[in-house]
């Protein structure tokens, strides 16, 4: 069983700074975080063990300090929470602040502003709760509900395939031919990384391991990515979830992370696949060897 990590994978900088940020203000300050900073188990752990609490909103907060996640949030909501007398620290990926200034900049210019990602997502409430109006949409069939304006600013959630998100503006403009379209691509770059490298690890692979958050969102793209060119996808959140069934001596096995999961957890997952290598490795000599013919020379 061979093993090859995709090119681009795992955290990408906009978490790791955020998690940064939260373990040095912890030192020195009790913090809570407002909402998951980050949508993996293991991390939420850590932050916990070292006293590190979790509040969905700012009203179950029970430290002066709050710290807005990666994902941000709106200027609304910011204000809101200042308006409790909390102490308001912000770990913004810059990356979702140049997407802020894209929408608001397109709704300012008179664009009906059309953010393709899924509704409910943190990152999305914050680029849409200061608009007057806009849409979301994640698939064909909500921009088949979307009604004709003049003038639609299109731009996506950061953590979007942008495959998807290209097919989803032309779709657009073909439903509305006599409207003017406006692309902003804001899909970040190390999602745009990690998409890229998926494709081409599963065109190599037999077996593709992603390892991932139950809720990470970009977890879940990696998983459908990969699905289209590889038949055998697995999703796990640490090594502990793999199985031995999954993996036969002569798969080529590739690995690929969300951006929400960290290194050790890819480590350990590498780990087993190399471990359970090595043992179908000695199991397939044990078993050449006992089959083999014995010669007697005379
Ligand atoms: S996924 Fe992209 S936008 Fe989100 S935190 Fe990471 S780098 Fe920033």
Not at 29 to 54: C, K, Q, S
Not at 238 to 248: S, V
Request: with cysteine; glycine share 6%; net charge negative.
């Amino acid at each position: 069983m061979k093993i090859i990590r995709a090119e681009h994978l795992g955290m990408c900088f906009g978490v790791m700074d955020a998690i940064a940020l939260a373990l040095e203000t912890a030192k020195h300050e009790p913090l809570t975080i407002l909402g998951d900073l980050v949508h993996n188990e293991t991390v939420l752990a850590e932050l916990r063990a070292r006293d590190i609490r979790i509040a969905q909103q700012p009203g179950n907060a029970d430290t002066r300090t709050v710290m807005i996640t990666a994902h941000g949030a709106s200027e609304r909501r910011l204000a809101e929470t200042r308006e409790r007398g909390l102490n308001v620290l912000e770990a913004t990926c810059p990356l979702v602040r140049v997407a802020h200034r894209a929408v608001a900049k397109l709704a300012r210019e008179g664009f009906h502003p059309v953010i393709i990602g899924k509704r409910d997502h943190v990152e999305v409430r914050g680029m849409t709760e200061d608009l007057a109006e806009f849409d979301v949409v994640l698939d064909e069939r909500d921009v088949v509900n979307l009604r004709e304006r003049s003038r639609f600013g299109v731009m996506a959630q950061t953590t979007q395939p942008i495959e998807k998100v290209r097919r989803l503006v032309q779709l657009i403009r073909e439903r509305f031919p006599k409207s003017e379209v406006r692309f902003v691509d804001t899909v970040c770059q190390p999602t745009k990384q990690r998409q890229h490298a998926a494709v081409e690890l599963a065109h190599k692979c037999d077996v593709v391991v992603v390892i991932g958050g139950a809720h990470s969102n970009n977890t879940h793209e990696l998983v459908k990515t990969c699905s289209q060119f590889c038949a055998r996808v697995h999703h796990v959140q640490i090594a502990a979830d793999l199985r031995m069934e999954w993996f036969h001596a002569d798969d080529i096995v590739g690995i690929t992370a969300g951006t929400s999961t960290p290194d050790t957890v890819i480590g350990e997952g590498e780990l087993w696949l190399r471990d359970f290598a090595a043992r179908l490795a000695v199991q397939t000599i044990q078993t050449k060897e006992t089959h083999e013919p014995v010669f007697h020379v005379s």
